[in-house]
């Protein structure tokens, strides 16, 4: 799910990039931020069946990088949009962090498979203590 949800994030806001009408632009940003939230719900849900019995300190780590993007993140556009006069490079940015982020799941994942994803991606089942 999040591979998809990457991707389409990144063709969204590059199509926000190409700075089109309003209407336009605010349907493709609305779109490309509803999938920014499946995909937060997507790692929330992941935590428990990556982390286990330490799924509090995990989940409380990841809160904390997420605070840290929704300040950065905003920071970087603003500051794009003085260097170079458009929003544009800054919706470009975004674009490629969203790529860059689909290349590293990529990579990572595959080393979840046979721990604790099973065949087909299914989550193995995990005997309760």
Known sequence: MLNILFGIVALLTMGVAQLPALPYAVALFVAAMACLGLGNGSVFQLM???YGKRVGVATGILGAA???GGFFLPTLLGWLKQVSGSYA???AMLAALAVVALVILSVVQTEWV?????KHGRVKEVNAV
């Open 48 to 50: 428990p069946h990556r």
């Open 66 to 68: 997420g605070s840290f």
């Open 114 to 118: 046979g721990v604790w994803i099973g």
């Open 89 to 91: 490079s800054g919706l």
